[in-house]
């Protein structure tokens, strides 16, 4: 959600300058009072030292004399005596009268100015500022220090009357898992009858700007019931302890207007993983926070109706505490648009503008490859702007063609869009995996492959459904899977005869799988059943030890390059034989960006009926 918010400096840096001013209190003071020490001597010294001349100023005062030796290092004092020609020595020895010898501080003084007086700044700013918070948090009225009690914590309930799914364009498979939610908060009562309980937390994940926030709007507005929503950041900013009583108000408030949808945006804000925090006192606040959201979650039964949609892009780095089973527990991606998508999206956001006939989406769409929704949304404005800069109020093609360059060329930098180039050799890469796949009879069938780059940082993704759970695989299965992930890179050679990067992730998962045939599972001619390697635990990364000599070992090393090699040559051989399948695939995938296992298929198959 774009709000806009008043720019607060961080706590840290009001803190700061507290410590600066004490800082700046015990430099000045320090020297001064250090110099400031009083030697006491008897009358005589002061006599002897007046002969020798070693006087430099003096102050005669009822109580006391005050003075320094010549050089000034040093300030004694002794008591004053009767004795009137000491003005007239003093003047002989070249005393000075004039100035005042520096009064030492007196203790007192010296720890009001060093101690207390720095404390009492620090706690007035202290209060200054969490009175400002308060205000900025909402009520403002309720004088509270130090996050003690009630918070005023404002929740933004929204009218969400506006947001429907059919707002969103695109997104299907998000629409879809998230429809349930909504057919859940129509009718409880079904659930609550089954036994089914609705799952609290679910994270949305995806690339800023992909409709997240759309989404979750969509679906209070879909139920009709009301919206909160907050930004993970909001909890960490506020002053200590607030975070923590935040989140209970929050839920609090959830609670009362169940059924509701609570929305929490940009949730690696607070949900990071608690081991990787650096820092102390502002990663302490972020734990509190997270450990009050943990308990809230954990405290409410499935059926209150209160359904928390959080929105992240970096799923991997949060707390696994809160992706457990009972909080956000189910993951719906969200992620950048394809070509259909982006032209859906550009249509909704167009609507709001007055077109010329000649704009052709499409080709605006195919334009904005990578482009996320909301620079789809920006690319209309922009292009309505120029519209208008040139005395149209109607929005020609050039105009959108020109935007997209405007705000393309801001996100391509940070994007790292694809090449047209890369692009094709990312389709024909993909395509050869799953080509490889489905002319082995035993492999599974593709179920969806897209280019558009993924959250997770892969280029190309292909989403392979096994039919019916497999516990066990043939020997004949495994190779073919092996031949599988090698046909990335056999595409690539058969089609421009160079090879990329992009196959590292294929070459360790080949890699992994040839050698456990042959040290684990027993499928080679020469160690038959023998376990080279036993794998230390299953369920933590599965870590292997070697359990046998150095010349088997050698003697494995090449056993698994030869088995790789071999799948390697037989998926190269699949390709060249398909060559004109693999072209037709690979060209469709290049032009949509995504391709379904049935389309997949239909092509295929096309080819081989005629
Ligand atoms: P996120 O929460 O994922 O960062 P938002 O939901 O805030 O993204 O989207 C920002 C803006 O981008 C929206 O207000 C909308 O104008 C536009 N937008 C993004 N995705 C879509 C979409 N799928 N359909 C229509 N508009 C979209
Ligand atoms: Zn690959």
Redesign the pocket.
């Known amino acids: 959600?774009?709000e806009v918010k008043s720019p607060r400096k961080p706590l840290l840096y009001y803190y700061s300058i507290a410590l600066l001013i004490i800082l700046l209190f015990n430099l000045l003071l320090a020297p001064m009072l250090s110099q400031s020490r009083v030697v006491e001597v008897d009358y005589g010294t002061f006599m002897d030292m007046i002969e020798e001349g070693n006087i430099g100023a003096v102050q005669v005062e009822d109580t006391q004399i005050l003075f320094t030796d010549k050089e000034e290092t040093t300030v004694y004092q002794t008591g004053p005596m009767e004795d009137p020609t000491l003005t007239q020595r003093l003047h002989d020895a070249g005393a000075e009268f004039e100035r005042v010898v520096e009064q030492p501080m007196s203790p007192l003084l010296s720890l009001l100015l060093t101690v207390i007086l720095p404390i009492l700044i620090f706690i007035g700013l202290g209060q200054y500022m969490s009175k400002k918070l308060m205000e900025q948090a909402g009520g403002g009225k309720n004088s509270m220090a130090f996050g003690v009690g009630k918070s005023n914590a404002k929740i933004y309930v929204q009218s969400t009357q506006g947001i429907r799914f059919s707002?969103?364009?695109?997104?299907d498979e998000a629409k879809e898992s998230l429809q349930e939610i909504v057919d859940y908060l129509h009718n409880p009562g079904k659930y609550a009858e089954a036994g089914a309980s609705m799952p609290k937390g679910i994270l949305l994940v995806?690339p800023?700007?992909?409709?997240?926030?759309?989404l979750a709007k969509a679906v209070a507005g879909e139920s009709g019931v009301p919206f909160f929503s907050i930004s993970g950041s909001e909890f960490v900013e506020m002053f200590v302890g607030m975070g923590a009583s935040k989140v209970r108000d929050l839920f609090r408030q959830a609670k009362e207007k169940a059924p509701c949808i609570v929305f929490i945006?940009e949730i690696d804000a607070i949900g990071q993983k608690r081991s990787s925090g650096s820092g102390y006192g502002g990663n302490d606040e972020r734990e509190q926070t997270l450990n009050q959201l943990l308990t809230e979650m954990d405290g409410f039964e499935g059926n209150t109706g209160v359904i928390i949609l959080a929105?992240t892009n970096r799923p991997e780095s949060l707390d696994p505490a809160l992706t457990r089973p009972g909080r956000f527990d189910r993951r719906v991606p969200?992620e950048l648009?394809d070509l259909q998508g982006r032209e859906a999206?550009l249509k909704?956001?167009a609507k709001k503008i007055k077109t010329a006939e000649d704009v052709d989406f499409h080709t605006i769409a195919r334009m904005a490859a990578g482009a996320?929704?909301?620079e789809l949304?920006n690319i209309i404005n922009e292009a309505a702007l120029r519209a208008v800069r040139s005395g149209r109020i109607i929005v020609n093609q050039a105009d959108l063609e020109e935007s997209i360059e405007v705000v393309i060329a801001g996100y391509q930098k940070k994007n790292a869009v694809l090449s047209d180039q890369e692009k094709r050799v990312v389709a024909y890469h993909e395509i050869g995996h799953a080509l490889v796949a489905a002319m082995q009879s035993n492999s599974a069938p593709v179920q969806k492959i897209t280019i558009i780059p993924r959250t997770s940082g892969a280029l190309g993704y292909t989403m392979q459904v096994e039919t019916g759970d497999k516990y066990l695989m043939t020997r004949e299965e495994i190779e073919n899977k092996i031949a599988t992930y090698t046909g990335g890179r056999a595409a690539e050679e058969v089609a421009f005869g160079q090879i990329t990067t992009g196959a590292s992730n294929d070459i360790e998962q080949a890699t992994k799988l040839a050698r456990a045939m042959i040290s684990r599972y027993g499928m080679s001619d020469q160690f038959d059943m023998v376990a080279m390697e036993t794998v230390n635990n299953q369920y933590l990364g599965g870590d292997t030890s070697l359990a046998c000599s150095p010349d088997t070992q050698k003697e494995i090393d090449r056993r698994v390059v030869e088995l790789v090699k071999s799948q390697h040559e037989k998926a190269r051989k699949i390709l060249e034989e398909n060559r004109a399948k693999l072209d037709e695939l690979a060209g469709f995938l290049y032009e949509k960006e995504t391709i379904t296992g049935e389309e997949f298929m239909e092509i295929l198959r096309g080819g081989e009926a005629q």
């Open positions: 959600m774009k707002d969103v364009a695109g997104e995806g800023p700007g992909t409709g997240k926030t759309m945006d929105a969200v648009p999206i909704v956001h996320s929704g909301a949304a």
